[in-house]
Nanobody, 125 residues
Framework: QVQVVESGGGSVQPGDSLRLSCSHS????????VGWFRRTPGREREFLAG????????GYAGTVNGRFTISRVLPATTVYLDMSRLSPKDTAVYYC??????????????????WGQGTQVTVSS
């Protein structure tokens, strides 16, 4: 059984920062990547950032690379997404996902096979 659980979402004001956490059991796999995505109603899931668990290589969507940071602190298995300078456009459900048996972070959600339930982030005045 593979588990992926996001936490840390909530309501914030524009300009605020927020840290999301992803607790996972991806170490079941010999190699894998962990990605952060978000979804708004009626839209496809949007890739934000990912990390290769084996070598700590990261990848970011061009639109968020300057504001979002994905990280981990070994030997713990938690993956973080630190978000800054949030705006109402960042309002969405944020998901953590595992892409098993992969060596490279990709932006295509179809390349991730285990997903968490999501955590809501609302940015408003």
């Amino acid at each position: 059984q593979v588990q992926v659980v996001e936490s840390g979402g909530g309501s914030v004001q524009p300009g605020d920062s927020l840290r999301l956490s992803c607790s996972h059991s991806g170490r079941t796999f010999s190699r894998y990547v962990v990605g952060w995505f978000r979804r708004t109603p009626g839209r496809e899931r949007e890739f934000l950032a990912g990390i290769n668990w084996s070598n700590n290589n990261t990848g970011y969507a061009g639109t968020v690379n300057g504001r979002f940071t994905i990280s981990r602190v070994l030997p713990a298995t938690t993956v973080y997404l630190d978000m800054s300078r949030l705006s109402p456009k960042d309002t969405a459900v944020y998901y953590c996902a595992i892409g098993s048996n992969r060596d490279v972070v990709r932006s295509n959600p179809a390349e991730y096979d285990y997903w968490g339930q999501g955590t809501q982030v609302t940015v408003s005045s």
